[in-house]
């Protein structure tokens, strides 16, 4: 069993830079890829970011550019660094896990990005 807990999130002016962090704990070894998903009111889940087995970087096109993916395998830890935040950037933001075929979902993070 994999335990995710996120921390990060908040209220952002536009253009303002936001830091996700997300830790998973548990009897976990070698995680294959960690990332972070968000949800819009009344959207779609859609993948953020994601990093597979330390070094493989996927990025949604319409972050390409302002967010950075990072993640410290020694200590489970998958960090999103958010910069030029947009508006249409605000959402519940997922950390997302998957290990062992299955994926493990953190309790969302609320990113709110408003004048």
């Known amino acids: 069993q994999v335990q995710l807990v996120e921390s990060g999130g908040g209220l952002v002016q536009p253009g303002g830079s936001l830091t996700l962090s997300c830790v998973a704990s548990?009897?976990?070894?070698?995680?294959?890829?960690m990332g972070w998903y968000r949800q819009a009111p009344g959207k779609e889940r859609e993948l953020v970011a994601d990093?597979?087995?330390?070094?493989?970087?996927n990025y949604a096109d319409s972050v390409k550019g302002r967010f950075t993916i990072s993640r410290d395998n020694a200590k489970n830890t998958v960090v999103l660094q958010m910069n030029s935040l947009k508006p249409e950037d605000t959402g519940v933001y997922y950390c997302?896990?998957?290990?062992?075929?299955?994926?493990?979902w953190g309790q969302g993070t609320q990113v709110t990005v408003s004048s």
């Open positions: 548990g009897s976990i070894f070698n995680i294959y890829a």
């Open positions: 997302n896990v998957r290990y062992c075929h299955e994926p493990y």
């Open positions: 990093i597979i087995s330390g070094s493989s970087t």
